[in-house]
């Protein structure tokens, strides 16, 4: 259990569509960052948020994109739905201290599947 | 770039037995973080390790003591006394000290299977 929840937990879009995931952090973590999954592959790097700024920046469209708010919440936008998309969505939290400290915790993610 | 590579695709092995996951990574930046993640059937990943690449001292006790060589580029870890439980899949990955948590590049991971 790592005090990250994820909602929905599975959804379904077309494509064209736009979605909003949601990530709920650990109370205190001033970090979150977003993972895409897609089957049989290790997660790849979306954004990672900081004190509410995007912080860095995997390689991916500017039709993703993210929100972090002073709750501990976050948010996972995509415009457009591409049938690629389809893939687990992963968020992590953290409370950034320096890197010899920082542990990300994952939820257990979203399963989005775009037809 | 950097790149992780994990060239163990699937592993079985029967309960107890030791079982070593490997792991050979590239990267520009001298200095650099290397982890390993366990992520069960449930799909949360579980952090498991952490190493700096300054500091390449093994843990060669408890149940997942680690190999880092950095003149070979590797960080493999080893689960010892495997337990059924221990069934997952196990991604290593890097993240470059510069941009710390900016790009954290996963391998595409190695299923292990614990057999009872």
């Known amino acids: 259990e790592t005090g990250v929840t994820q909602s929905p937990t599975h959804l379904i879009k077309t494509r064209g569509q736009q979605v909003t995931l949601r990530c709920s952090s650990q109370?205190?973590?001033?970090?979150v960052s977003w993972y895409q999954q897609a089957l049989g592959q290790g997660p790849q790097f979306i954004f990672q948020?900081?004190?509410?700024?995007?912080?860095g920046r995997g390689n991916f469209p500017p039709r993703f994109s993210g929100l972090q708010f002073p709750n501990y919440s976050s948010e996972l936008n995509v415009n457009a739905l591409e049938l690629d998309d389809s893939a687990l969505y992963l968020c992590a939290s953290s409370f950034f201290q320096g890197p010899n400290e920082e542990t990300q915790y994952f939820g257990p993610g979203t399963r989005l599947l775009v037809l | 770039a950097q790149k992780v590579t994990q060239a163990q695709t699937e592993i079985s092995v029967v309960e107890k037995e030791d079982v070593t996951l490997d792991c050979v990574y590239e990267t520009r930046d001298t200095t650099y973080y290397l982890f390993w993640y366990k992520q069960p059937p449930s799909g949360e990943l579980v952090f498991l390790i952490r190493r700096n690449s300054f500091d390449e001292q093994n843990e060669i006790s408890g149940r997942y003591p680690w190999n880092f060589q950095k003149s070979t580029s590797s960080f493999n870890f080893t689960i010892t006394a495997s337990q059924v439980v221990d069934s997952a899949v196990y991604f290593c990955a890097l993240s470059e000290a510069e941009n710390y948590g900016q790009n954290f590049v996963f391998g595409p991971g190695t299923r292990l299977s614990v057999l009872p």
């Open positions: 948020y900081y004190r509410e700024e995007e912080n």
């Open positions: 109370s205190g973590h001033n970090t």
